[in-house]
Nanobody, 121 residues
Framework: VQLVESGGGLVQAGGSLRLSCAASGNFFSINTMGWYRQASGDQRELVAEVTSGGSSKFADSLKGRFTISRDNARNSVDLEMNSLKPEDTAVYYC????????????????WGQGTQVTVSS
């Protein structure tokens, strides 16, 4: 399973960015797709995730500024980031929890390569 991310970059504070991630490869289904971020010197943290049924979860500090959307047919997830702040600067990673085989319920965790988001003040 490969996760390919796009959309990172440099933006001024108050601006917006949209991150996209598409999954490809051989698998049965994707349970949860989402985004995590890791700032320099910090641990990786959840930004937002969405289930195949459309239920979403956000980091409390990001509610209202970020939205997440998913296209199950395209195995993709987007993160719309608004009113960006310098503290949002981080490497953003796409995540997918995947069931590889219809006959086995085991779920596996996959990560994208990460995309840098830098917010200047």
């Amino acid at each position: 399973v490969q996760l390919v991310e796009s959309g990172g970059g440099l933006v001024q504070a108050g601006g917006s960015l949209r991150l996209s991630c598409a999954a490809s490869g051989n698998f049965f289904s994707i349970n949860t797709m989402g985004w995590y971020r890791q700032a320099s010197g910090d641990q990786r943290e959840l930004v937002a995730e969405v289930t195949s049924g459309g239920s979403s979860k956000f980091a409390d500090s990001l509610k209202g500024r970020f939205t997440i959307s998913r296209d199950n047919a395209r195995n993709s997830v987007d993160l719309e980031m608004n009113s960006l702040k310098p503290e949002d600067t981080a490497v953003y990673y796409c995540n997918a929890v995947v069931q590889l085989d219809s006959s086995r319920p085991n779920l596996y965790n996959y990560w994208g390569q990460g995309t840098q988001v830098t917010v200047s003040s």
